[in-house]
């Protein structure tokens, strides 16, 4: 099946020079998140334009939507893998509990 897909930068760290791409399939919705840590070039500056274009199209995770083919049409053993996870136990909430100095 095939996937056209679309891109938003929705963050830049620049600490760490790391950007957060949003990628959608424009044919099944489905969206995918993932970071890129920028290469930095010789001259000191980050990609910009179709050199930052590039960058993005050949860091996105295509399989992710080929999988999502698969797995929105139904694994046939789905409950074999579901019947192996141990939930983590639920938070303990302990509501109006007088804060206390320690001594
Ligand atoms: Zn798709």
């Known amino acids: 099946m095939s996937h056209t897909l679309n891109y ?3 963050g830049f760290d620049e600490k760490i020079g790391q950007i957060v791409v ?6 099944h919705g489905d969206v995918q998140v993932f970071a890129v840590d920028l290469p930095i070039k010789e001259d000191n500056t980050y990609p910009v334009g179709e ?4 960058l ?27 019947s192996l996870v141990v939930p983590y136990p639920e938070p303990e909430v302990v509501v109006n509990e007088p804060l206390t100095q320690p001594e």
Request: with cysteine.
């Open 8 to 10: 938003i930068i929705r």
């Open 51 to 54: 050199e930052l274009d590039a």
């Open 22 to 27: 949003e990628v959608t399939c424009v044919e």
């Open 56 to 82: 993005i199209r050949s860091m996105t995770p295509t399989w992710h939507f080929d999988r999502m083919d698969k797995t929105s049409a139904g694994v046939a053993n789905v409950a074999a893998i579901k």
